[in-house]
């Protein structure tokens, strides 16, 4: 048998090689990255997240990850906290990614590094050397970049998303402000969210529309708009800041409804759960160990990726109605308000927006998408 085919050594790729690995039918990974870098999102891993990785074989120790027990919010100068229902952890994706990459090789699955998968066409994947390749089974990890041939079918919006990363150096002060919580900065038309890592820098990830982006002029004008408007938000920004990365349209609420080309859509390629969540590791853990189960139990990638429609169906919904309050200033407000005002608010929407883990009912899948 041909080995299985995955393009994308990020969480999702390499949880799905893991657990194909481990089934006895060890796949072939490509990454196009020659070294493991930072994405542009993800850092947060909530408890099923930790939960997950330990099924995988990744020990919470090794990660060395900042534990975060609090929810903070912030809009304007007001603020309100609360708790997450358990313990959740802050973690680089380099760190993290490079840790899930050896797993995945211990484990049995070859990893080839520097392949750049330019197309996908009839049936066989282009490659910028020039090669070609035609995979049997073809699992696409590729996160929130498209593979020319495979797109995501996604709308075209008035006034899209821009995603932007930046870091907070490590220091004594930044620490005492953000330790132990994953920070939300609502603004209007966008929000940053913020959490100490495993090296005591600050990951800052920020979801911002189109027209804001255009009104302050680019990503350094904004974050100083908004640290104005914000005072906390400019008080952790005095620390300094490196370079900004972006990407552009992030397709927030989209999800892959089927798979009519027969490719296992995994990770952002299946789901794009709104940052403000801090679950899109969740789903790329929870997506590449459903896929292989799947796949190993005998199922259709169609059949799986209806059934993961109908999985990540409720906590996108209610990731997106969140992050439609979030946007607006009265939304903003209220969220505030109900997060002092109601205990165990935030924590009841920190539940609601997991995804849950466990094999895809795929008998229903394709009544509730």
Request: proline residues 5%; glycine residues 12%; aromatic residues 4%.
């Amino acid at each position: 048998m041909q080995a299985p085919l995955i393009i994308g050594a990020g969480l999702a790729g390499c949880a799905a090689a893991i657990t194909l690995a481990r089934s006895g039918t060890p796949p072939l990974i490509l990454e196009r990255s020659a070294e493991t870098g930072d994405a542009i999102c993800g850092g947060f891993l909530s408890w099923r997240s930790l939960d997950a990785l330990e099924r995988l074989g990744i020990d919470r120790s090794a990660l060395g990850a900042a534990d975060v027990s609090q929810v903070r919010l912030f809009a304007g100068k007001h603020t309100a906290t609360a708790a997450l229902p358990h313990t959740a952890k802050g973690v680089s994706r380099r760190h993290l990614d490079t840790l899930m990459q050896a797993r995945a090789v211990t484990a049995g699955a070859t990893l080839d590094r520097g392949v750049a998968v330019r197309a996908f066409d009839g049936g066989k994947l282009r490659l910028a050397d020039g090669g070609e390749l035609k995979p049997a089974t073809l699992f696409l990890a590729t996160g929130k970049h498209d593979l020319r041939g495979l797109a995501r079918d996604t709308p075209s919006l008035a006034d899209p998303t821009i995603g932007l990363r930046t870091r907070i150096p490590a220091a004594p002060g930044l620490a005492r402000l953000v330790r132990g919580a994953i920070e939300l900065h609502l603004f209007d038309r966008g929000y940053v969210g913020m959490m100490l890592q495993e090296d005591g820098s600050a990951n800052l990830c920020l979801a911002v529309r189109r027209s804001r982006m255009r009104a302050e002029g680019d990503p350094a004008a904004l974050l100083a708009a908004i640290g104005h408007e914000i005072p906390a938000l400019g008080d952790r920004l005095a620390y300094g800041s490196g370079a900004i990365d972006a990407i552009a349209n992030v397709p927030y609420g989209w999800r892959a409804l089927a798979a009519p080309l027969a490719a296992w859509r995994l990770g952002d390629q299946a789901a794009v759960i709104p940052s403000l969540a801090g679950e899109g590791m969740g789903i790329a853990l929870a997506s590449g160990i459903a896929a292989a189960n799947a796949w190993v139990a005998g199922a259709s990638a169609d059949t799986f990726q209806r059934g993961l429609a109908a999985q990540t169906r409720a906590p996108v919904a209610r990731a997106r109605m969140l992050r439609d309050l979030a946007e607006h200033r009265a939304g903003a407000r209220l969220l505030l308000a109900a997060t002092a005002a109601i205990p165990g608010a935030a924590g009841l929407a920190a539940t609601l927006t997991r995804i849950t883990h466990r094999p895809i009912d795929v008998t229903a899948a394709a009544q509730h998408i």
